[in-house]
């Protein structure tokens, strides 16, 4: 090789690079920021006339004037709360297990690693998928106990506050696990990232002073994980409420004037609710969508905001 013919790049070359996409990467962020505010300025001009205290309490109606998202908001509310208390225990449970329990034998370590593999692939399945699921699994139990209106099973009657009847039917019980499906693989995976993110060295302190794998996890690792997890958590959530798809599969587009009372109730959710307003012909209940879809967006952040918070809050450097 003729070294002598061998001539380094320009340092002005490198820099006019080097400037050109810092150019580039700056311009296809304002013009992504700068779609999304036109997108949430024209919701806005359409749907703050109508947002007021009464929109939060009243029930849909054949009347813009008088259509609330009251029943939704609600919904909403019972689902997501099944929702986490379903797939949150069940999904740091997971994490906890595949990351400070591995397996030393090679035929368990490739059957950990398949179950790994599989939940990452979960991840990226549409959601549509798991509403179909949870309408074989939990609506219709794969019809072997009864049907959705002639149940198999029931305990109490449907106005006491903890009846119960199998299958699970169009209720809030069955649209919360099929969410739960929805989030897990997120759940599983954040609160593995959070366990990973932990020092090797607090592991290895705690068992060296005697303490067992379970203490060593409880007192050890799972507290200083356990920012990362509230924060992949929440986030989870935020979009568990947002997902139409499955909700759709398994409450279908219902007129629903009133609150769940118990975990079988029929229900709707303000993403539902939102794409029945949009579906009418009637440009004012154009307007009331607009403004369901305000109050979705708040809820969402103020979901995003105390992910933030939590984590700031808790957040402690790891010595």
């Known amino acids: 090789m003729n070294r002598g013919a061998y001539q380094p790049r320009s340092r002005m070359r490198r820099l006019l690079k080097d400037r050109l996409f810092v150019i580039l990467c700056m311009i296809g962020a304002s013009l992504s920021l700068l ?15 109508h947002l007021d205290l009464s929109f939060f309490k009243d029930v849909p109606s054949a009347k813009p004037a008088k259509a609330g998202i009251g029943p939704a908001m609600w919904g909403s509310i019972w689902v997501c709360a099944a929702c986490a208390l379903a797939a ?13 329990f591995k397996p030393k034998k090679p035929w368990v370590r490739r059957l950990h690693g398949f179950l790994q593999l599989n939940i990452t692939n979960l991840a990226g399945v549409p959601s549509i998928v798991y509403g179909i699921l949870g309408l074989t699994v939990f609506v219709q139990l794969f019809g072997i106990v009864g049907n959705t209106n002639d149940p198999g099973f029931t305990f109490g009657s449907p ?14 019980l069955a649209g919360g696990l099929t969410l739960a499906l929805v989030v897990l693989p ?3 995976i954040a609160s593995q990232e959070a366990l990973r993110a932990v020092p090797d ?7 060296a002073s ?41 409450a279908g587009v219902v007129y629903i004037t009133f609150t769940p009372q118990h975990l079988m109730d029929e229900f709707t959710v303000m993403p539902l609710q ?5 579906g009418l012909p009637q440009t004012e209940f154009h307007k009331v969508a607009a403004t369901g879809i305000i109050v979705l967006l708040a809820v ?14 808790f957040q402690q450097p790891l010595q």
């Open 274 to 278: 939102i794409y029945n307003w949009a």
């Open 201 to 207: 060295s607090l592991r290895e302190a705690a068992l």
């Open 88 to 100: 949150l225990p069940l999904g740091v449970g997971t994490a906890i297990f595949l990351e400070e």
């Open 186 to 188: 997120i759940v599983i």
């Open 210 to 250: 005697g303490a067992t794998r379970w203490q060593m996890i409880r007192q050890m690792t799972l507290p200083a994980a356990v920012p990362g997890i509230m924060t992949g958590s929440i986030l989870a959530m935020s979009r568990a409420i947002g997902e139409a798809a499955p909700m759709l599969v398994i």
């Open 35 to 49: 779609a999304l505010a036109i997108l949430l300025g024209s919701i806005l001009i359409q749907g703050l006339g």
């Open 300 to 313: 969402l952040l103020t979901f995003n905001a105390l992910a933030v918070f939590i984590r700031q809050r």
């Open 159 to 172: 106005d006491n506050w903890y009846y119960f009847q199998l299958p699970l039917g169009r209720g809030v």
